[in-house]
């Protein structure tokens, strides 16, 4: 638990029970499921893996969360408007996800929000209440405008959210047409930004929104098209994942005066949609030094926003305006799990202490044999550097002729032997010397796990994301070895070498050694945000299968198997028709079969072996 700082970014979803396997606590009232044990439910059940697992109850529970620090920091701040949960469903829109956060969420008034023309066209056919509020954000055109427009005529509650102000105009045109006064909010550039990795999303060169002096011109174009009082709410994004809270509190700050002056010149804002950027604990430190952690709670965070808008109003003695909150990360990461299982591993080669040397063999060999002999903690560095050296000259004597291919073999075994050891004896150091620090990433084993890094966590591609990583069973024995993990695409970019470990380095996984016939499992948590959208087909691995898990009072149910893609279903994306496929294939074994290259069975066996083929899963199965 510790090794792998489960206790610090698992806050009480995650731990490890006495079986020595990975528990998930979905709710507060403690009822735990065993990982390891509804993996081989799975596994008779012919779910294989990669298999992504989701917790409804997690959900559920991180919702409920959110309103109950809402609820603690209005009373304590006095305040008098509401505040509102809009989930943006860029963060996941995967219909199961959205279907589960607004069915639970009807009960807290649970709203979405769009951030373009597509996204808007799934965000009105969900069945929120017609109460609940619908944000638009995002690029819009003519069509976009006028689905919003005719969705709010119909009863909806849409607020659309300028974001350049050429669509103010079209706003303003469209709304003549229709004869709806429109809800419109205006997204405001505000001077500070967030911190972290998405910086850059606010400030006075992010790429969205209304500068103060364009906001004075929309409002002139508000009242050259009598729309002033349609003028309802100012908008804000500092970016996602913001790790300082001073960042946010500054810009709740910024944003409260932009109300403030706004109703001073008489429009009647109503509400202040304050973004996302609420943080995830990924890495379970609390510090602001880590772009995958956060310094604060959701309950400090709403704290902030609540006090900021309250204080600025008071002191200028005008009505609370309401809040909207678009932090979707928080809502969603923690409720998804992605399970591999490990198909392989690899290690360097190793010396066997009882291998004698013959008379006749090469001086390096001898010297290495010797450095691994006298290996001493005193004279680490300089045992290591002559080894360096003894095995550069050696691959340079081979490249001439003048080391053979058996010598070369054992000057590897050696040398990566000594190796190992200089990293046991380094990490007894007060201080591990420079040179020796990426040492244990070379030395660890490669554990081949069977999915897609692009796929299944583009993130931790792209940006360097960290999740958390954790073998799922065997936790009453103690890891024996230390790996990086490697995926199954054809691209030496898929692996994993950075982990969230509390040992010396953070670039080796703590796992245990594999047994024969044995599945090893390993998860990766908090993936419930972002993830699943911007995974990629690369090598045309596709969606994993996904599994819904809920609570009931006797365990758990399995309540929704959805199948992963089907390797017909991703060719299809790449414009194959799979049909067609198997018709070229029929052509060419019937042309061979009759010139005799093969055989008619032959022919029907690979013509059975390729059609069924196409309508299974893109991963490695077993048999
Ligand atoms: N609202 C807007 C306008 C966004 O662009 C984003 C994402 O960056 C979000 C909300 C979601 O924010 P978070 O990832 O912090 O939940």
């Avoid at 119909?154 to 974001?163: L, P």
Wanted: hydrophobic share 35%; aromatic share 8%; glycine share 6%.
């Amino acid at each position: 638990l510790e090794l792998y700082n489960m206790q610090g970014w698992g806050i009480n979803y995650f731990s490890i029970n006495e079986k020595g396997n990975v528990q998930v606590t979905p709710s507060r009232d403690g009822r735990a499921i065993d990982l390891k044990e509804l993996l081989d439910e799975l596994q008779m059940r012919d779910v294989a893996t990669p298999v992504l697992l989701r917790f409804p109850d997690i959900l559920d529970s991180r919702i409920e969360e959110m309103y109950r620090c809402f609820r603690q920091a209005s009373v304590e701040n006095h305040y008098q408007a509401n505040a509102y949960t809009i989930f943006p469903i860029k963060v996941n829109q995967m219909q199961p996800v959205v279907e589960e956060l607004v069915s639970h969420g009807k009960k807290f008034n649970i709203g979405l929000e769009a951030g373009s023309k597509p996204e808007l066209h799934a965000v009105i056919a969900n069945n929120t209440d017609t109460d609940s509020l619908i944000v638009c954000n995002g690029y819009k055109d003519e069509d976009y405008i006028e689905l919003a427009l005719l969705a709010q005529k119909m009863g909806r509650r849409i607020f659309i959210v300028v974001e350049k102000l050429n669509e103010l105009k079209l706003i303003a045109e469209v709304s003549e047409r229709l004869h709806v006064r429109p809800n419109i909010g205006i997204r405001i550039k505000l001077s500070s930004s967030g911190s972290g990795k998405w910086e850059s999303s606010g400030g006075d060169s992010s790429k969205f929104g209304l500068n103060t002096s364009e906001l004075m011109d929309a409002v002139s174009i508000l009242e050259q098209n009598d729309l002033v009082d349609c003028f309802k709410l100012i908008h804000f994004h500092i970016g996602s994942q913001v790790n300082k809270i001073r960042r946010i509190k500054i810009a709740l700050k910024e944003a409260a005066q932009f109300y403030v002056q706004l109703r001073k010149m008489g429009i009647g804002v109503e509400y202040v949609d304050i973004g996302g950027g609420l943080g995830v604990d990924y890495d379970g430190t609390r510090s602001s030094n880590s772009d995958s952690s956060v310094n604060y709670s959701i309950q400090e965070y709403v704290n902030d926003a609540v006090y900021a808008m309250v204080d600025a109003s008071d002191k200028n003695e005008l009505p609370h305006p309401n809040i909207i909150t678009e932090s979707g990360r928080s809502l969603t990461a923690h409720h998804s799990v992605l399970i591999f299982d490990v198909l392989e591993s690899t290690s360097l080669p190793k010396w066997n202490k009882e291998e004698v040397l013959s008379d006749e063999i090469h001086e390096n060999v001898r010297d290495l044999c010797n450095i691994l002999n006298k290996l001493s903690q005193p004279h680490l560095l300089e045992d290591w550097h002559d080894a360096l050296q003894i095995r550069e000259e050696s691959l340079n004597l081979f490249s001439l002729g003048l080391l053979d291919i058996k010598e070369r073999a054992l000057v590897e075994r050696l040398f990566w032997s000594i190796a190992r050891e200089v990293v046991k004896m380094s990490q007894r150091l007060k201080h591990i010397p420079n040179e020796l620090e990426g040492l244990p990433q070379r030395l660890a084993d490669k554990y081949f796990c069977n999915f897609s890094l692009f796929q299944s966590l583009p993130d931790s591609w792209a940006i360097d994301q960290l999740f958390p990583i954790v073998p799922i069973q065997r936790h009453t024995e103690n890891p024996d070895n230390y790996a990086t993990i490697q995926d199954i695409t054809c691209d030496s970019d898929g692996k994993i070498d950075n982990f969230i470990v509390t040992t010396n380095s953070s670039q080796t996984l703590p796992v245990h050694s594999l047994k024969e016939g044995e599945n090893y499992y390993i998860g990766v948590f908090l993936v419930g945000a972002y993830q699943e959208i911007l995974g990629d087909l690369h090598n045309l691995f596709g969606d994993t299968n996904a599994v819904h898990i809920s609570l009931t009072d006797e365990a758990y149910s399995i309540d929704q198997i959805i199948d992963g893609e089907t390797v017909a279903e991703v060719l299809d994306y790449a414009q194959y028709n799979p049909k067609k496929l198997v018709r070229a294939v029929e052509t060419w074994v019937t042309s061979s079969v009759k010139s005799g290259r093969i055989t008619a069975k032959e022919g029907r066996e690979f013509l059975a072996i390729y059609r069924s083929g196409l309508y299974g899963y893109t991963y490695l199965e077993k048999e």
